[in-house]
Nanobody, 121 residues
């Protein structure tokens, strides 16, 4: 069974910083893309940032220059460093990974349970 476990969410004042982590565990042989999504109340889920196994990154326009995605392949962990937080960044943040099931060539998508980030103005 593959699990994605997020941590690092919480309450922070506008202008502050938080660092989210998402650790992948279970029977996988490799992880391809790893993404962070967020969903605010009453809004659609949006892709915040993505990183490939080779380290190429992409960001939503709304977070460029403020958020940084990174990964530690040895630890099967993806991070999201969030700086200069704004009230509009308030949302549930979820990680997502496409991984190859151990012993197969089969790729599967997995989701974390989500972690709440609240930015007070």
């Amino acid at each position: 069974q593959v699990q994605l476990v997020e941590s690092g969410g919480g309450l922070v004042q506008a202008g502050g910083s938080l660092r989210l982590s998402c650790a992948v565990s279970g029977s996988i042989s490799s992880i391809n893309v790893m993404n962070w999504y967020r969903q605010a109340p009453g809004k659609q889920r949006e892709l915040v940032a993505s990183i490939t196994s080779g380290g190429s990154t992409n960001y939503a326009d709304s977070v460029k220059g403020r958020f940084t995605i990174s990964r530690d392949n040895a630890k099967s962990t993806v991070y999201l460093q969030m700086n200069s937080l704004k009230s509009e960044d308030t949302a549930v943040y979820s990680c997502y990974a496409i991984a190859v099931v151990a012993g197969t060539l089969y790729k599967h998508a997995y989701w974390g349970q989500g972690t709440q980030v609240t930015v007070s103005s």
